[in-house]
């Protein structure tokens, strides 16, 4: 069974920085790709950033690009997420994901892509 625990989240004032962490377990980390998702109160579920297995390619909501940086480390089967220059529109739940197949996704900024999910983990951004 795959399980993902995310850390790192926390208070942060507009411009500043946080990083979030996902740990996972339960299978060979490196042969996957993985994905950042968020949820904010009351908005439906949004793609943040993917990575692919090997981190050779990443992707980006365009509301995080330039800002976010998402990357691996498979050693650990750790995949961060890097946020800097943060907005109070950042503010949300934000979620690790994982996918069933190994390998290339086809399609890694739909949530249908992934069959297993972290708990989350509140970032708060104030203004």
Do not use: H
Not at 58 to 86: H, P
Not at 95 to 108: D, E, F, M, S
């Amino acid at each position: 069974q795959v399980q993902l625990v995310e850390s790192g989240g926390g208070l942060v004032q507009a411009g500043g920085s946080l990083r979030l962490s996902c740990a996972a377990s339960g299978r060979t980390f490196s042969s996957y790709a993985m994905g950042w998702f968020r949820q904010a109160p009351g908005k439906e579920r949004e793609f943040v950033a993917a990575i692919s297995w090997s981190g050779g390619n990443t992707y980006y909501a365009d509301s995080v690009k330039g800002r976010f940086t998402i990357s691996r480390e498979n050693a650990k089967k750790t995949v961060y997420l890097q946020m800097n220059s943060v907005k109070p529109e950042d503010t949300a739940v934000y979620y690790c994901a994982a996918p069933q197949a190994r390998g290339t996704i086809a399609t890694p900024y739909r949530d249908s892509q992934y069959a297993y999910w972290g708990q989350g983990t509140q970032v708060t951004v104030s203004s």
